[in-house]
């Protein structure tokens, strides 16, 4: 049976940031599982924002910038933005991925397990006894820890055992990675409105003239939904979307990029010393469902209460709780005020979209990046 300070459980941005983020602190003993590659290649590989990119140094994963900046409706109402810097880039979720591990591995005192499961973890409280942490793991190892972190996305692996209420909302994305394309424009990165291809919008992210990731999403309560949907909704897209239909006419398919994103913040993600991140804890923004920034965030602020407790000697609930304090401090108030908001525009009817876009047409650049990225304006 193996002992350490910290266990994460799902090596994404949330569980790998928390991982960076102790190892470069402190001495604790961390141990990374994830039932998938870390960096796995079937991942979709996100915009995020420049500075980001910066912050996290995560240069070498940008796979391309964008300084021009489109928000459109299939009905034909766009909004244009120009830039005289980078706001935005689209990264390579796998070197993404690795580069953070590998930095994690570099500083600190972790051991990585991958392709293995986490099943479930038990919580002993004997008598005149520290209480003992266990989880049970799919190679049937038995680990035992002090802190358990959660960083395992949408599968919600604490919330499940803990019984915890879900969240409402649910955006299940499906997209293509095309090769064979006829970009016009390879450094606008754009993202579509509307009802007509999924009620969760759009997104066209070129890599470069030729090839592009292009997709649809469709936001509904359940965290399941048929497949077949989201990919007829792409379907139809590419067939009549003017002028993308005339842009990836040709084009070839490299991969498929799917999956759900919660939408909506669990109200507690410290659980004695269990942690919730990222996805796990409903942390993608409600307004664009952006959740790259959202999980490195979060996971540095989960380390900082852990790296605290470790300084302590202490991994009471109460020095854990900082990182529900931080979180709290810096999310709860935006993420409250749009969630209402952002259940009803999920919602809205074609003409609502549209005006949403006329309005948006309004707003200065900058005012732009600000509303994706808190909803401002
Ligand atoms: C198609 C699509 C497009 C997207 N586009 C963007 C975008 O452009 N910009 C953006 O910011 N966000 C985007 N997102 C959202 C973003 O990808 C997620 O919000 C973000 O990756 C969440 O990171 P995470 O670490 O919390 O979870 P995840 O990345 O889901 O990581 C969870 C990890 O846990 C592992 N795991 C699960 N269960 C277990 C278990 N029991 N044991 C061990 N390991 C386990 C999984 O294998 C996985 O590696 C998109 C999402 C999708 C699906």
């Not at 499940?160 to 016009?184: F, K």
């Not at 979060?298 to 854990?320: P, Q």
Request: proline share 4%; aromatic share 12%; net charge positive.
């Amino acid at each position: 049976m193996d002992k350490f300070d910290v266990v994460i459980v799902g090596g994404g941005f949330a569980g790998l940031s928390t991982a960076l983020h102790v190892c470069r602190e402190v001495d604790a003993t961390v141990l990374l599982i994830d039932k998938n590659a870390i960096g796995n290649p079937r991942k979709t590989s996100p915009f995020t924002f420049h500075d980001v990119v910066e912050r996290y140094e995560l240069h070498s994963a940008i796979l391309q910038k964008y300084t021009r900046f489109s928000y459109e409706s299939p009905a034909g109402i766009s909004a244009h933005f120009q830039y005289d810097y980078v706001p935005f880039v689209t990264i390579d979720y796998q070197k993404a991925c690795r580069t953070l591990l590998r930095r994690a591995q570099k500083d600190g005192n972790i051991e990585v397990l991958e392709n293995t499961k986490a099943i479930k973890f038990e919580n002993e409280k004997a008598l005149f006894r520290p209480s003992k942490h266990k989880l049970v793991i799919s190679n049937s190892a038995e680990i035992t820890y002090d802190v358990l972190v959660d960083a395992a996305g949408i599968a919600f692996f604490a919330s499940r055992q803990l019984g915890v209420r879900l969240p409402s909302l649910y955006s299940h994305a499906y997209g293509e990675l095309l090769t064979d394309c006829n970009i016009e424009d390879p450094e606008r990165m754009r993202i579509f409105t509307g009802r007509k291809y999924g009620n969760g919008g759009g997104w066209l992210y070129p890599l470069n003239e030729k090839t592009a990731r292009f997709g649809f999403a469709t936001v509904t309560t359940s965290a399941d939904h048929p497949e077949e949907i989201t990919r007829q909704n792409f379907k139809n897209a590419l067939e009549s979307f003017h002028p993308y239909n005339r842009m990836l006419e040709k084009s070839q398919r490299i991969r498929c990029e799917l999956g759900s994103i919660p939408i909506g913040p669990l109200r507690k993600i410290v659980y004695g010393n269990i942690m919730i991140v990222g996805d796990a804890a409903g942390q993608a923004t409600p307004w664009y469902c952006e959740g790259m920034r959202p999980a490195l965030e979060a996971g540095e602020l989960c380390a900082e209460a852990i790296v605290n407790a470790y300084k302590k000697k202490d991994y009471s609930t109460k020095n854990l709780n900082k990182y529900q304090e931080l979180w709290d401090f810096r999310n709860r108030k935006l993420y409250s005020r749009t969630a209402q908001y952002g259940y009803n525009a999920w919602f809205r009817n074609q003409e609502e979209w549209d005006s949403a876009v006329k309005f948006v047409a309004s707003l200065k650049p900058e005012e732009m990046v600000e509303r994706i990225r808190y909803s401002r304006f």
